[in-house]
């Protein structure tokens, strides 16, 4: 479950962005891809229900491998 508060999205300008990429990831079907299975939202957040990622996130993957920085 991956949670993102509106107030960001709103604040950085990007609610509409997300909500296209949100509607985009709900149709993506690939083994490279985590798949998103639902998405709800209350008054205050929004909330994904995505695939569990077991190796964990691509950044962190990525570093390890000293593929990517920080920098």
């Given at each position: ?21 949100l ?7 690939h ?10 939202d209350?008054?205050?957040?929004f ?20 593929r990517?920085?920080?920098?």
């Amino acid at each position: 479950m991956k949670i993102i508060k509106k107030k960001t999205l709103i604040d950085e300008k990007v609610d509409h962005q997300f909500a296209r990429e949100l509607k985009i990831q709900f149709f993506l079907n690939h083994p490279n891809i985590v798949s998103l299975y639902g998405f709800f939202d209350d008054e205050t957040n929004f909330y994904m229900m995505l695939e569990y990622a077991i190796d964990g996130h691509l950044f962190g993957i990525l570093k390890e491998q000293k593929r990517f920085t920080e920098e």
